[in-house]
Nanobody, 126 residues
């Protein structure tokens, strides 16, 4: 599985961005996908995740109600819609995937994801 993240940029507080993650490879349709954020000198933290079929999602408390993760399996793409952005949302955003069964819930631990994209930078200024 290969992942290509895009959509990052520089915005002001309160604005929106939509990140995209194109998933390719043999297991692309069988993979749960998560988004993680990392800032310099800090560990990578879970932001949002979606199950293989798209029927279940999970969010970090800090982004609940502002971010929405979705997937279009026909386009092999997972989206992260980020609204009402705050300076603390700044960081490199990585999408990650791992083949799972249909019944497996969203995982928050980065160790549960086998494949990683290259990251896209989001900068939110006040």
């Amino acid at each position: 599985v290969q992942l290509q993240a895009s959509g990052g940029g520089s915005v002001q507080t309160g604005e929106s961005l939509r990140l995209s993650c194109v998933v390719s490879g043999r297991d692309r349709g069988r993979s749960a996908v998560g988004w993680f954020r990392q800032t310099p000198g800090k560990e990578r933290n879970f932001v949002a995740g979606i199950t293989r079929g798209g029927g279940s999602t999970d969010y970090a408390d800090a982004v609940k109600g502002r971010f929405t993760i979705s997937r279009d399996n026909a386009k092999n793409t997972v989206y992260l819609q980020m609204n009402t952005l705050k300076p603390e949302d700044t960081g490199h955003y990585y999408c990650a995937a791992s083949p799972t069964s249909l019944t497996v819930p969203v995982k928050r631990d980065e160790k549960d994801y086998r494949y990683w994209g290259q990251g896209t930078l989001v900068t939110v200024s006040s």
